[in-house]
């Protein structure tokens, strides 16, 4: 562990995210914390990447990366393709040729189905959010998912309360005989990460981030996740890591503060 170097939450779990995608690998990337990640592995060890937005904006070089939405035109700037909804999600997503689809989430299960429609409360009320937009698009046809949420016991859920983009379904090998490619690899949160186990499809602890215990991961669990013998500590972020994110990707906290 680093204890020496001073990052937030948000700044490990963006580094985190940025680690899990290679270079030369063809990516598409939701709202929020994924698109810091995105550039911040653009911007170290995976300068051939290639960084798709499901609204049709391939590889930009931004003016601005910290946006309040991908549809502002600072995000665009110097992209060598702008096309649509339709070309993106049809003639590049399901035709199976994005390596990665980095996802955020509002709720998500024990097998990584995600939620990003409503909620409901004890009472019955509901609480609509912003739905799927390419997500479930990205969750079903990317060959593998990085999902990205906060650790809280209501968004780390049993069973999600709507299901927007599709998981491992019930576990074992559903994804597979509905003819669904890929699934999701990691979940990042900012107290754990977790990938799946291969037979069961049900999420594993891989670390837990410096200065966080084991109890406190699975206190804020509404189900508890397989947990190997021997977990490590999550690798800090870096000096350069921290700096990209606070000087170039996200100055004015549009991410970080969300």
């Not at 339709?86 to 997503?93: E, P, T």
């Amino acid at each position: 562990m680093n204890n020496e170097l001073d990052y937030s939450p948000f700044e490990l779990m963006a580094a985190a995210g940025a680690r899990e995608l290679k270079n030369g690998e063809i990516v598409g990337v939701g709202l929020g914390l994924p698109v810091v990640s995105a550039f911040l592995a653009k911007r170290t060890h995976a300068p051939h990447m290639t960084i798709l937005f499901e609204l049709g904006v391939v590889d930009p070089e931004p003016v601005v990366v910290g946006v309040h939405g991908l549809s502002d035109p600072r995000i665009w700037y110097r992209a060598t393709i702008h096309t649509s909804f339709a070309d993106m999600l049809g003639s590049v997503l399901h035709k199976g040729l994005i390596d990665v689809g980095f996802l955020g989430a509002l709720e998500i299960d024990m097998y990584g189905n995600i939620n990003t429609t409503l909620l409901g409360d004890k009472n019955g009320k509901f609480r609509r959010f912003t739905g799927s937009g390419g997500g479930n698009d990205i969750a079903s046809n990317a060959k593998r998912t990085v999902i990205t949420i906060r650790h809280e016991a209501r968004k780390l859920n049993e069973t999600v309360c709507f299901l927007t983009n599709p998981g491992y379904l019930g576990g074992g090998d559903q994804r597979e005989k509905l003819g669904l490619r890929g699934g999701p690899s990691r979940v990042i949160t900012d107290k754990a990460i977790f990938d799946f186990e291969p037979e069961s499809k049900r999420m594993r602890l891989v670390s837990i981030h410096p200065n966080t215990t084991l109890d406190d991961v699975l206190a804020n669990m509404s189900f508890k996740p397989i947990v190997p013998a021997n977990l490590p500590f999550t690798e800090p972020p870096t000096a350069e890591h921290v700096r990209l994110i606070r000087d170039e990707i996200d100055p004015n906290k549009d991410y970080a503060g969300g």
